[in-house]
């Protein structure tokens, strides 16, 4: 396993590292997470991303956790809990933020994290966005100043409102996904340039697209009501490709993002030891060779940005809806 320094934090994390949606009762039973997540470890992984919306995941990684000596470089976020979740209520972050350290067995944060601060209608986190204020950075600052957190991060999916918060020059590390992989690089045009100048540490969320990009979806493609026709034949173009260099679609993309250096670390959604190996064996072989990039990046072209009434694919071909809130604990 290789590892990079995460922006200016100055910590060194794995390339790759796990996300916490399916260390929990979204990825099956206790015993299939808890065996993914220690063989991750042993294989070189060291940070780990969760969330309060994520069901029960800070749950069961404090259980899985605590059984472990293994150093873990660990993020969750504030949103969705306490419910009725007011993200303007002070005392109820804070409370929340209790509630993580209770879940996951911890009494400081390594990063925490605004979960989906760029979505007012979902989050109304800020009084003036282009300056990072509200109350939720007041509670952030707060908790630095007690040593209780190291770094403020944000955790989001659009790419222009995710750049202008870290313009702000407010946070250490941004979590972004649905925008970059493959064939959504949307990042590359906002996030990445903006994090690159503030000195902020960027993970790679997402990576496979929630599944669009696991495998070949050839009979979904053709049928899916949800794709435009420009996105279908990018993905025709894509499978041929894939087709033709015999590498797996996983594992092309994977590799795809470690060519990006200004990616810390690439965050997997592994809810198996098989899935761990199959994204971990893929990292190892290294990033793609530069003529093949080439030819990614001209079918990357052919859609350069989501069509507007394009949803998110949890699965592919279903429109993305969030995550479920998390009631209280």
Not at 266 to 291: H, Q, T, Y
Not at 295 to 322: C, N, Q, S, T, W
Request: proline residues 7%; charged residues 25%; glycine residues 8%.
């Amino acid at each position: 396993m290789d590892y990079r320094t995460l922006g200016s934090t100055g910590l060194s994390v794995s390339v790759l590292s796990l996300g916490g949606l399916f260390v929990s009762a979204a990825g099956g039973p206790f015993e299939r997470a808890r065996d993914a997540v220690h063989h991750a470890l042993a294989r070189g992984v060291n940070y780990i991303d969760t969330a309060p919306m994520y069901l029960d995941s800070e749950e069961v990684l404090g259980r899985i956790l605590a059984d472990t000596s293994e150093p873990v470089i660990l993020s969750t976020k504030l949103g969705a809990r306490p419910q009725p979740f007011d993200p303007r209520d002070a005392d109820a972050l804070l409370e929340s933020f209790e509630t993580s350290c209770k879940l996951l067995g911890r009494s400081e944060i390594d990063i925490l994290m605004i979960h989906e601060p760029d979505r007012p209608r979902q989050f109304d986190w800020w009084e003036a966005m282009d300056e990072a204020r509200g109350p939720v950075m007041d509670v952030i600052d707060r908790l630095k100043d007690e040593g209780r957190i190291r770094f403020a991060g944000l955790g989001g999916t659009t790419a222009y409102d995710m750049a202008r918060l870290i313009r702000t020059g407010r946070f250490d590390v941004v979590l972004t996904a649905f925008n970059t992989s493959l064939l959504w690089r949307e990042a590359w045009h906002e996030i990445l340039p903006a994090a690159a100048e503030h000195g902020v540490g960027v993970v790679a969320g997402s990576p496979l697209q929630q599944g669009a990009l696991a495998r070949i979806w050839r009979d979904e493609v053709e049928t899916s009501e949800w794709l435009s026709r420009p996105r279908r034949e990018q993905f025709r173009k894509l499978y041929a490709l894939v087709d033709e260099i015999d590498i797996p679609l996983a594992e092309l993309s994977l590799r795809f993002l470690l060519a990006e250096p200004r990616i810390s670390t690439i965050l997997m959604g592994a809810r198996s030891v098989e899935e761990v190996d199959a994204n971990v064996d893929a990292i190892a072989k290294g990033p793609l060779p530069s003529d093949l990039m080439e030819k990614l990046d001209e079918i990357a072209a052919m859609v350069p940005f989501r069509p507007h009434d394009e949803p998110f694919a949890l699965p592919f071909g279903r429109p993305y809806a969030g995550t479920p809130a998390a009631g209280p604990v």
